[in-house]
């Protein structure tokens, strides 16, 4: 049986915290508790008895604007989030997520800051554990279809993941309240994947020592690579049209520098570095 409760038109609630409503509302066994619009038959504002738990509604009355469930997820645009918060907009610019810091400080600027801890504290205080993943981004899509959950399989072929390189440890003065020693070292993995594959794969590694590996997890110098590396191929205009690719003077400033010139036609290929001979700088070709 329905049960339907009308009030009046505008009901205020008095005493510290105060309920004004500026429609017909009532209550029904679908619903907790509905506010209607000036029309007194376009629900608003709708509180229910499960799923989605609380919903307030675009003008049209059924378009969800803001949702929360009972698994406590937010959606913003949707009525059905699968996760704590869940944008769905039908423009770029809408479903943007902006952080702003306005203060006359060199260290401003919107952030986002992610952080992992283990429940067991064991002999690390919950502190993350070498090896373990601190934070990530993921890029892709969503597919059509549920998963075991209940959720829309993720299609995720990109992301940047922040890993510890070692545990994590910290000794705190109690009395002053103050870290007096802490290691925290970490890196950034980039991860694509293949065609052909729903897993992505580690491309690229900035290390905690400031070592950077491509192919490869475990870098042993500045840069290392597993695999070819191929520089200056052929000529290419840059961004437009200005050319990116042409060959800078040799000076002190960029010793050090390798440039590859492949031949036109029939004609040799160079290699050169940028190099001094002990009197000037000058290219100097190594083929």
């Known amino acids: 049986m329905k049960r ?25 066994a679908a619903s907790k508790l509905i506010v209607n619009g000036p029309d007194g038959t376009t629900p608003k504002f709708v509180v229910g008895d499960s799923g ?16 929360v469930t009972d698994l406590g997820f937010i959606g913003l645009g949707t009525s059905t989030p699968n996760s704590a918060i869940s944008v769905v907009k039908d423009a770029v610019i809408d479903a943007q997520i902006n952080t702003r810091v306005i203060a006359d400080i060199n260290s401003g600027g919107g952030g986002f800051t992610g952080y992992h801890n ?25 597919s059509p279809f549920l998963d075991q959950f209940g959720k829309y399989i993720p299609l ?6 922040a890993k510890a390189e070692g545990d994590f440890t910290i000794t705190y003065d109690a009395g002053a309240q103050t870290a007096t020693a802490k290691s925290m070292p970490s890196a ?27 192919n490869t997890n475990a870098p042993q110098a500045t840069l290392d690579v597993s695999g070819g590396l191929r520089i200056n191929p052929s000529y290419t205009l840059g961004v437009n049209g200005v050319d990116n690719h042409t060959k800078p003077t040799c000076t002190d ?10 031949g036109a036609g029939s004609a040799k290929d160079l290699l050169e570095i940028c190099a001094s001979d002990g009197t000037a700088a000058g290219w100097r070709a190594l083929y």
Do not use: M
């Open 4 to 28: 339907t409760c009308q009030f009046f038109k505008n009901l205020v609630l008095a005493g510290a915290i105060g309920l004004v409503v500026l429609a017909p509302i009532h209550a029904s």
């Open 52 to 67: 989605s738990i609380l919903t307030t509604n675009a003008p049209d009355g059924t378009t969800a604007r803001f949702t």
């Open 118 to 142: 283990r429940a067991t504290l064991g002999s690390n205080n919950g502190l993350p554990l070498n090896g373990d993943r601190l934070g990530y981004f993921y890029f892709g899509s969503l």
């Open 156 to 161: 995720n072929g990109a992301g940047i993941a």
């Open 188 to 214: 950034f993995a980039f991860e694509t994947a293949p065609a052909g594959s729903l897993n992505r794969i580690e491309r690229l590694r900035i290390t905690s020592s400031a070592t950077v590996g491509i």
């Open 253 to 262: 400033a960029n010793r050090g520098t390798l440039w590859f010139t492949q």
